[in-house]
């Protein structure tokens, strides 16, 4: 099956993601579009980016970070602006995706990353 990918090499997304092998994946994942990518290692750092940078389209918020987590960071970033943001967990358990209502994000993944899954989120988002 081919997959179509559209190219995005005009858009940028912050991935927040403490872990090395997670945000590989993320890079190949969407090595393809072209996009931008931005990495922030903690909350702290994915707040800081998000304020020097006015033109981010999205994020990809790990919730569990250093400093800050990720549902903290999504609730400070929201009050900024208006961004997407989605939130990726290694908890697949029934209150963390409302958890993540509340905190603002648009959209909730859980690990293991679905490919098809995060690409097409991504792709809604971006397409905008
Ligand atoms: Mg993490």
């Known amino acids: 099956m081919q997959t179509k990918y559209h190219n995005h090499a005009d858009k940028i997304i912050l991935v927040a993601e403490d872990e090395d ?13 072209k996009v931008k ?27 569990k970070m250093p400093e800050i987590n990720g549902y903290e960071a999504t609730r400070i970033i929201k009050e900024i602006r ?9 908890y697949a358990m029934a209150g963390e995706e409302n958890k993540s209502k509340k905190a603002g994000c648009d959209e909730y993944i859980t690990k293991p990353i679905n490919i098809n899954k995060i690409r097409s989120i991504v792709e809604k988002y971006l397409n905008r």
């Open 21 to 33: 092998l997670n945000y590989l994946l993320i890079q190949e994942i969407f090595k393809k579009n």
């Open 37 to 63: 990518l931005i990495r922030a290692k903690t909350g702290r750092q994915v707040i800081d980016i998000f304020k020097e940078n006015s033109n981010i389209d999205l994020i990809l918020m790990d919730i």
């Open 82 to 90: 208006d961004v997407p943001i989605i939130a990726q967990t290694a």
